[in-house]
């Protein structure tokens, strides 16, 4: 009788532990703190796995938290989306587009350098594809350093591309003139320290078998900083769309566990 009534006191205490850590995780999923529920529930699911009933409770109880918790987070993604897409079509007011038949797709370039012709002169210029692409070209015109990178440097702030090597293409170079197209990641650092320090003078210096600096003019500076913001704001939208497409099938998932928990629950009654 005396190990009977100690093991009734020990299920009595274990359930009781169990339903304060499921009401818990209620109350905190009912104030929105939804990580703080769903550790709770790992708690309970942890130290009173025998607890079935409270087990059974918490898995319907973890389906609303998780549904919850992604309306949550789609509200904040379309949130984040209008904010994206906003600052990008702000920043396309800056912007032309250029269609050249030469070129297999047009692109996006600041108004004061969208007749300008990069190839006869030495300097900078930003550029966006239609997808949302950030790309740089350098022209180097004059003395031959044979440069295969560009530093710029702002503000006591300096960046440097990656290196491209020549081959013809995206290395080119004719008579007088050198002109390298870096990609988006090549010249990332470069185009996010010119969109912080809009308006600061830019030396930029062409590396190659030796280095030679001077000052980048100021539409050179403009359009790569705003060609980098115009790219990495389309981005952010772009994949706020891809996020909220995997947030609705989230949802789904929940709202299926939710309603299988609930028939299992109502089963257990």
Known sequence: MLAAAFTACGTSGSQSGANALYNSADSAMTAGNYELAEQMLDTLKVK????????????????????????????????????YAYRADSLKNYFKFVDNPQLVEGYYVVKELADDNLFARTGLEGRVSPSGEFYMISSLNGPAKRHSSVSVTVDGVTATSATVAYDGERNYRSGSTEMITFTGAECDSVGRVLAAHQGAPVKISYNGQSSYSVTLPRNDARSVGLAWALAYNMYQA????????????????????????SLDEDTAK
């Open 48 to 83: 009173y796995p025998g607890e079935i009933d409270a087990q059974r409770k918490g898995m319907h109880l973890r389906s609303i938290v998780m549904e919850r918790k992604t309306i949550a987070e789609i509200e904040q993604t379309d949130s984040l989306k209008v904010l």
């Open 238 to 261: 772009k994949t706020m769309t891809l996020k909220r497409e995997m947030l609705e099938r989230k949802l789904m998932l929940a709202r299926d566990q939710a309603a299988r928990t």
